[in-house]
């Protein structure tokens, strides 16, 4: 076990900020002003953006996909709907982007959905923040041979709202990084056999969901001082992998697999700081690993600078360079509208390190920068 994983950003020392490219794809004015968990893929000549929309509040009824693409990562075509709203059987259904993954000329476009029961909706809206009142929570997903084309709704068959798409791991396993249920598959094709795994009580196995609000339940269950959430997993070349949690408090958390994703350790604090945010890890094609997140923990919720952490072992991120750190200026409010840099999501791909984020949980950009810089 690595509790001893590392992050050494000191917010008061210097960082080199590294010069990138950025673009805006989406900057919404007067409706759908809710934007979150982006995604980012390349697919057949084109990049593909997708992430979360809604029309004002995070995570409120009608939530719905959009979807953007690009030849050339500086201009991008008008966002469109991939899934538009969908009628729950009490109200609008939640959809939430989980991103892509493709094999062998297919690309499949992943979303987690629910709806909350009708005694946690005031009208059309949330009652509460903290209501624990979702139903029908489940993985679906939609295809594409070409990129324009897209499949029916397809059932994947594991209630979770994934926090990123399926990850490869060294055996050519899927696994799919949620908050306490990280469900694998050896189907390469990430559409069939998915199996639920993680870090919940095995009491509640075959009876757990796994979505933005259940994971409360496990926190108590399991006796945890902190809710753990949205994972992001790095595997090093002893086989390991290593499952980074958001926590309550100013540090990750990790749960580590030794059997390829099919068990999980009792997860344990580390010494990696962070805003109490989403962040995604991965691996150079130089061999190091790197986490992209908002690791200053003060002030809380603020979620800036943007940065990525490198590491020779996995074990110790000892360089922390600055991706961005300007402000945006919120058009609209909403509910848990906030943070200037929101849920990143990266891509390597020819020679750059490409990472989609929210704005203010508004807008949507994208960054590119060389990999020789890092």
Not at 171 to 198: E, K, Q
Not at 295 to 316: F, H
Request: hydrophobic letters at 30%; proline letters at 8%.
């Amino acid at each position: 076990m690595i509790s001893s994983i590392t992050n050494c950003y000191d917010p008061a020392a210097k960082r080199p900020k590294l010069d990138v490219e950025r673009v805006f794809l989406y900057r919404p004015e007067t409706e759908w002003t809710y934007s979150h968990h982006p995604s980012l893929a390349f697919f057949r000549g084109r990049y593909y953006a997708v992430w979360s929309n809604g029309r004002r509040d995070e995570d409120a009824p009608g939530q719905r996909l959009l979807l953007s693409t690009s030849t050339d990562f500086r201009t991008w075509t008008e966002p469109a709907p991939l899934v538009d709203t969908l009628p729950g059987r009490h109200s609008d259904l939640v959809l939430t982007a989980a991103g892509f993954h493709q094999h062998e000329g297919t690309l499949v476009a992943y979303f987690g959905q629910y709806e909350y029961r009708p005694d946690s909706l005031a009208g059309n809206e949330r009652k509460s923040p903290s209501d624990r009142g979702h139903q029908d929570t489940c993985l679906r997903a939609r295809t594409t041979t070409d990129g324009e084309t897209w499949s029916e709704v397809l059932e994947m068959g594991v209630p979770i709202v994934p926090n990123h798409p399926p990850q490869p791991t060294a055996s050519g396993r899927l696994i799919i990084s949620g908050n306490v249920m990280f469900p694998y598959t050896d189907d390469p094709a990430g559409l069939t056999g998915w199996t639920p795994a993680g870090i919940y009580p095995p009491d509640l196995a075959g009876r757990l969901v796994d979505d933005s609000e259940t994971f409360h339940i496990v926190r108590e269950r399991a006796g945890w001082p902190v809710g753990l959430c949205e994972g992001s997993f790095y595997q090093t070349d002893d086989r390991t992998l290593h499952m980074l949690l958001r926590s309550g408090t100013h540090r990750l958390w990790v749960s580590e697999s030794a059997d390829d994703g099919t068990t999980w350790s009792e997860p344990v604090e580390t010494a990696f700081t962070d805003n109490v945010s989403k962040f995604h890890c991965g691996r150079l094609p130089d061999g190091r690993f790197y986490c992209v997140s908002t690791p200053d923990p003060e002030p809380r919720s603020a979620r800036c600078p943007l940065v990525i952490a490198l590491s020779e072992d996995g074990a110790r991120f000892d360089r922390n360079c600055i991706l961005a750190d300007e402000p945006y200026e919120q058009k609209r409010p909403g509910m848990h509208k906030g943070g200037e840099y929101g849920y990143p999501h990266t891509l390597i791909h020819e020679g750059h390190l490409c990472v989609i984020i929210s704005r203010q949980k508004e807008a949507v950009e994208v960054l590119r920068v060389p990999l020789s810089s890092l």
